[in-house]
């Protein structure tokens, strides 16, 4: 009996983690495919997103809801602008330039950059006398130079020395064939930028409805709607948005089922047994998955740079979480030691 409730409580949060991180890297290279073969990066988010808010609406409370509160309303159509219209419009344009790995990497510097937001927002403390600041100041940097070097070093080449897996990169693609490799790593960059400042927009938004889902469901069918407005500007071609039974909607439809239903749950399911910082540590093993899958399928096209640079941004994402966990603990400690501190006071007083 122990072992299963040590399988079930251990091995099996591990396993879901790296499976979903095996299978979102799955599904960017199938992305970048359908890109490169024509596919509009603005037309994809529309439909993906389309397909998740109809996913996600029996989860969503707040539409049912008679007695609405209209104050939430403005803070969903602001996520949905922010995380959904800039941040992923961004990234797909991003992933239409260049290749996966630049998304593990520069998706790497979203801790990075959410500190030093909250730095310049006088939103925490930066004391370079607490070891936890200085980590992140650390980690903050690492990732940094990792990015930098991402963008404007990719190395040699790794040849492909296994005759029969050169049909791999003839049936997906790795590296977009609409390459430009600096504007797709800036794009990326700025959509990491995008993604801080909506995750720090969800936090206030979370505290006035706590209801994961329908702040999800909510933020997602607003931007949709405001995706498919800069969509229908940007591509007036009736034809970009014509979709056929072929490899592009399967990506949409299987994006849209694993990141508004298996992720998500997924996600909550790991967080609920194991803790908020479990689900953010597997995060940086897309760059080793991506590497893998790189050096294996796509050896032609994959530089020993990029994957050198992309581990380099997961160091340093590393450095940042475990600044980030140190300083946790140690508010944690403060508020034990006052409220074991309160009732001594109480007696004393009442002395």
């Known amino acids: 009996m122990e072992t299963k409730v040590m399988v079930i409580g251990e091995v099996v949060p591990c396993m879901l983690m790296v499976l979903m991180e095996v299978c979102t890297i799955g599904l960017t290279i199938l992305a970048s495919t359908v890109l490169s073969k024509g596919l509009s990066p603005f037309v994809f988010v529309v439909y993906t997103n389309a397909l998740s808010s109809i996913f996600l609406l029996p989860y969503n409370s707040f539409i049912g809801r008679r007695n609405k509160r209209d104050d939430l309303i403005p803070q969903f159509l602001l996520l949905g602008f922010v995380g959904v219209t800039m941040a992923q419009n961004l990234a797909f344009v991003g992933l239409s330039y260049s290749s996966p790995i630049v998304a593990c990497g520069m998706g790497n510097l979203i801790p990075s950059i959410s500190f030093i937001l909250a730095a310049l927002c006088r939103r925490t403390n930066v004391d370079l ?8 100041l650390i980690g903050t940097l690492i990732s940094i130079i990792g990015a930098v070097s991402l963008t404007l070093y990719r190395g040699p080449v790794i040849k492909d020395s296994s005759a029969h897996l050169r049909l791999a990169p003839q049936l997906f693609v790795f590296l977009s064939n609409n390459e430009h490799w600096v504007v797709g790593c800036i794009l990326f960059a700025t959509a990491s930028l995008t993604f801080s400042v909506w995750n720090i927009l969800q936090v206030g938004t979370l505290e006035k409805c706590p209801d ?3 702040v999800a469901s909510s933020y997602s069918l607003f931007g949709t709607v405001q995706s498919a407005l800069l969509a229908l500007i940007i591509e007036r071609d009736p034809n970009a948005w014509r979709l056929q ?9 299987s994006t849209a089922v694993f990141a508004s239903l298996i992720k998500s749950h997924v996600h909550m399911w790991c967080i609920q047994r194991k803790g908020q910082f479990y689900v953010t540590m597997f995060r940086p093993l897309g760059v080793p998955i991506a590497s893998t899958f790189g050096c294996i399928f796509f050896a032609e096209t994959f530089h020993y740079g990029s994957m050198m640079s992309a581990a380099i941004t997961g160091i ?3 450095t940042m979480m475990w600044g980030q966990m140190r300083e946790d603990e140690s508010r944690r400690g403060k ?3 006052v409220e074991e501190r309160t009732p001594l006071l109480q007696e004393e007083d009442q002395v």
């Open 129 to 136: 006398k607490n070891s936890s600041t200085r980590a992140k």
């Open 212 to 214: 994961v889902m329908t």
């Open 245 to 253: 039974f072929d490899m592009g909607l399967l990506v949409i439809v």
């Open 316 to 318: 340093g994402y590393y």
């Open 335 to 337: 508020v034990d030691l």
